[in-house]
């Protein structure tokens, strides 16, 4: 049971560079996100998708973009690298049944932007 | 949006005692309250969670209690073992908006054996 799958675990890119920050999902989950995480700034949400086709900014969204065009994958655009995006990003998928829900996390992607 | 402040940033405590972390929030429709265990190297996992409508919940050596009132709530892990040192963090998230998730900046729990 694969969950949720991020890759690449590492990556480094040059200032100006563009790569795409992939996440796939098998659990058939409505709801996707991507957070940051930073030393001492716990997890801020860039964005989320509610479903297929359907995606909204979170918290940090400058400098990232999304798309949702199926259910399983949801992945992360970073067009014009810069230093302040270095950090650690976290992919996670939820489901909401009733009053019965959870998020579940993937492995996350190392970053660094020199 | 919603605030999650978390208290403290570093708890260090000797094997077998009891661990609280404490967490509040400002937006009162936030309604479901997460907490996370990170390890080093992975991704955050769900150890427990709350909602609105309970005050209190426990899971084996791990519990967690709501104040609503006040809008702050804690995790409590009695006979701590040194695989309980990870990095902890809380969450908030309103019922319309799943997926949203607000976090706390973490808990740096360390158990000494």
């Known amino acids: 049971n694969a969950g949720v799958t991020q890759t690449p675990k590492f990556q480094v890119l040059k200032t100006g560079q563009s790569m795409t920050l992939q996440c796939a999902q098998d659990?058939?989950?409505?709801?996707m996100s991507w957070y940051r995480q930073d030393p001492g700034m716990g997890l801020r949400l860039i964005h989320y998708s509610v479903g297929a086709g359907i995606t909204d900014q979170g918290e940090v969204p400058n400098g990232y973009n999304v798309s949702r065009s199926t259910t399983e994958d949801f992945p992360l655009r970073l067009l014009s690298a810069a230093p302040s995006q270095t950090s650690v990003y976290f992919c996670?998928?939820?489901?909401?049944?009733?009053?019965?829900?959870?998020?579940?996390f993937g492995q996350g992607t190392r970053l660094t932007v020199v | 949006g919603e605030n999650v402040e978390q208290h403290p940033s570093t708890l260090s405590v000797q094997e077998g005692d009891s661990a609280v972390i404490k967490c509040t929030y400002s937006?009162?429709?936030?309604?479901?309250f997460p907490w996370y265990k990170q390890e080093l190297g992975k991704g955050p996992q769900l150890i427990i969670d709350i909602r609105s409508n309970v005050g209190e919940k426990k899971d084996q050596r791990i519990a967690v209690t709501l104040n609503k009132t006040a809008k702050h709530f804690s995790l409590h892990i009695t006979e701590t073992q040194p695989e309980d040192s990870a990095v902890y963090f809380c969450?908030?998230?309103?019922?319309?908006?799943?997926?949203?998730?607000?976090f706390g900046r973490g808990t740096q729990l360390t158990v000494w054996p």
């Open positions: 996670a998928s939820s489901y909401s049944i009733g009053a019965d829900t959870e998020a579940f």
């Open positions: 937006d009162s429709a936030s309604n479901y």
């Open positions: 969450a908030a998230i309103r019922g319309s908006t799943l997926g949203r998730l607000y």
């Open positions: 659990m058939n989950h409505e709801y």
